[in-house]
């Protein structure tokens, strides 16, 4: 019987739409051997890393979740929210944590070794260079969408394997 009704109450560490709570996360990335760090913790701040020596942030207002994240040499805005992956320079990086901080975002730093994926080892040799802004989903809606797609084509050659970095556009 306790068991039904442990069933039956809501969890803070999740809900039916989909949001984690930081703990949730902090264990699904330990897994990975990943650490979760407050990024304007004194124990971070205490280690006066500048932000473009990170390898990524995970960003929260409220119930939303999103991802700043370095593939190769640059820095990418992950906002599910946005009609596509936005560029971030080295020099906007820390105004655009602290805007983020200042709008009352929790930021967290990932430590670690993050996985290795396609992305980072395409960046990793070529850089991106965008050439209009994501806007965010269902602004100037009378307008086509500008946003894009990232993706990496493949072409192979006999024994040769070529890798190209290609958007597309989203209409």
């Not at 009704?5 to 990975?32: C, R, T, Y």
């Not at 395409?122 to 965010?136: A, F, H, K």
Request: hydrophobic content about 40%; some cysteine.
């Amino acid at each position: 019987m306790d068991s039904i009704f442990h069933e039956k109450q809501p969890s803070g560490n999740m809900d039916d739409s989909g949001f984690f709570s930081i703990q949730v996360i902090s264990n699904a990335l330990s897994v990975w051997g990943l650490e979760l760090i407050l990024f304007n913790s004194r124990e971070y701040q205490s280690l006066m890393i500048n932000p473009i020596n990170e390898k990524a942030f995970i960003c929260n207002y409220k119930e939303h979740w999103f991802t700043i994240r370095k593939l190769g040499q640059q820095w990418f805005n992950l906002n599910s929210l946005l009609t596509g992956p936005e560029l971030i320079s080295d020099t906007y990086l820390a105004l655009f944590l602290a805007q983020l901080q200042q709008e009352g975002y929790s930021i967290f730093v990932i430590r670690g070794n993050l996985p290795e994926c396609e992305a980072e080892q395409i960046l990793g040799i070529m850089r991106v260079q965008q050439q209009q802004r994501p806007r965010l989903i269902g602004e100037d809606e009378a307008q086509p969408s500008a946003g894009y797609v990232l993706y990496v084509q493949t072409v192979q050659y006999g024994e040769e394997k070529y890798f190209s970095l290609c958007s597309k556009l989203l209409n």
